[in-house]
């Protein structure tokens, strides 16, 4: 399986219309340069379904045990198809 990793709904759009790939990654530094931040992945996750995305990636943020739980639970919430990804520091293999 393929996946783009970008959140540039103009790059994005051409791409997925190939039928390649089953998915989207982005991080927080991909979401920046896109013009985006974390408050925008409820409606990006919702452009993605609307393209045939299968599988979007999104990385929980913080720096406290309390803080990646929180912004994890909010990229849960976006659906069964959002995979949370962490980042391997102490408090998030925690």
């Known amino acids: 399986m393929l996946y783009i990793d970008s959140a540039d709904r103009d790059l994005l759009a051409p791409l997925l219309a190939t039928g390649l790939f089953a998915g989207v990654t982005t991080n927080p530094a ?3 340069r896109a013009g985006l931040t ?3 992945l409820p ?3 919702t452009w993605l379904r609307d393209r045939g995305v299968t599988r979007f990636y999104a990385q929980a943020t913080g720096t406290t ?3 990646l739980r929180d912004t ?3 990229i849960a919430d976006l659906g069964g198809d959002v995979v949370i990804k ?3 520091t102490a408090p998030a293999l925690t």
Do not use: S
């Open 86 to 88: 962490l980042v391997a």
């Open 43 to 45: 409606a990006l996750a």
């Open 38 to 40: 974390a408050d925008d």
């Open 65 to 67: 045990i309390e803080e």
């Open 72 to 74: 994890a639970r909010q």
């Open 30 to 32: 991909i979401l920046d």
